[in-house]
T-cell receptor, first 115, second 113 residues
Framework: DVKVTQSSRYLVKRTGEKVFLECVQD?????MFWYRQDPGLGLRLIYF???????EKGDIPEGYSVSREKKERFSLILESASTNQTSMYLC??????????????FGNGTRLTVT | DAKTTQPNSMESNEEEPVHLPCNHS???????IHWYRQLPSQGPEYVIH???SNVNNRMASLAIAEDRKSSTLILHRATLRDAAVYYC??????????????FGQGTILTVHP
C-alpha cells in the first residue's frame, strides 16, 4: 500500500515564525500536492509538483512556498506564520503514469495552530 | 474548472444500500469522475473513479448518467464504518490544471445502527 507520511500530527507555532511541514511518500510517485482543510470551505489546493524542483500554484498559494528537492519529499513552508493559517494541512501524492485516472493518496494531516 | 454539486448530508440505516448523488453539468469530455471519502481524523481516501461506463470495485459502484452530467456512488450495504464525508470530484485536463483535483463540500453520510 502507498504510504504518505506527514512529519507531525499536531503543531503549535507563534505568529511570525517560519514553519516547515514535511511530507514523504514511498511509492515513487511523480505528483505531490498540498491542501488545507477548513470547516465550511472543504479542501483547497495550495501548491502541487509534477517533478523534482518543479512546482505549480494551486488556488490559494499566498503566504506559502514549497520545496521539492527529492522525488519522495514535498515540503510546505510558511515564511511568516499568521493566525489565519491555522488549519488542517493535507499532503497527497499520485502517479503520473495513469494521467487523469490516478487516485490521490493522502496522509493523515497536520493540524497547525498559530497563536 | 468544472464543478460538482452534492447534497450536504444524507442518512442511512446499517446494511441498507446508499445512493450518493453528484451533479456535474459542466463536465468536459475528458474529465474523469472520482469519489473520495474522509473518515473522522483521517485524510481523504480514494473510493472509485470512472469516465463513461459504470464501474464496480470492492468498496462501491459508480453509476454514470449517459450524458455524464450526473453520477451516483452506490454503497451496497452500508456499515457504521462507512460514516464519512463523501467527495465527488472531476479531474481537470489541460494546461497548468492538469491532474489537479478540486474538492467541494462533500456529503456527510450518517449511518444509523
Amino acid at each position: 500500500d502507498v504510504k504518505v507520511t506527514q512529519s507531525s500530527r499536531y503543531l503549535v507555532k507563534r505568529t511570525g515564525e517560519k514553519v516547515f511541514l514535511e511530507c514523504v511518500q514511498d511509492m515513487d510517485h511523480e505528483n505531490m500536492f498540498w491542501y488545507r482543510q477548513d470547516p465550511g470551505l472543504g479542501l483547497r489546493l495550495i501548491y502541487f509538483s509534477y517533478d523534482v524542483k518543479m512546482k505549480e500554484k494551486g488556488d490559494i498559494p499566498e503566504g506559502y512556498s514549497v520545496s521539492r528537492e527529492k522525488k519522495e519529499r514535498f515540503s510546505l513552508i510558511l515564511e511568516s506564520a499568521s493566525t489565519n493559517q491555522t488549519s488542517m494541512y493535507l499532503c497527497a501524492s499520485s502517479s503520473a503514469s495513469s494521467g487523469l485516472r490516478s487516485p490521490l493518496h493522502f496522509g493523515n494531516g497536520t493540524r497547525l495552530t498559530v497563536t | 474548472d468544472a464543478k460538482t454539486t452534492q447534497p450536504n448530508s444524507m442518512e442511512s440505516n446499517e446494511e441498507e444500500p446508499v445512493h450518493l448523488p453528484c451533479n456535474h453539468s459542466t463536465i468536459s469530455g475528458t474529465d474523469y469522475i472520482h469519489w473520495y471519502r474522509q473518515l473522522p481524523s483521517q485524510g481523504p481516501e480514494y473510493v472509485i473513479h470512472g469516465l463513461t461506463s459504470n464501474v464496480n470495485n470492492r468498496m462501491a459502484s459508480l453509476a454514470i448518467a449517459e450524458d455524464r452530467k450526473s453520477s451516483t456512488l452506490i454503497l451496497h450495504r452500508a456499515t457504521l464504518r462507512d460514516a464519512a464525508v463523501y467527495y465527488c470530484i472531476l479531474t481537470s485536463a489541460g494546461g497548468t490544471s492538469y491532474g489537479k483535483l478540486t474538492f467541494g463540500q462533500g456529503t456527510i453520510l450518517t449511518v444509523h445502527p
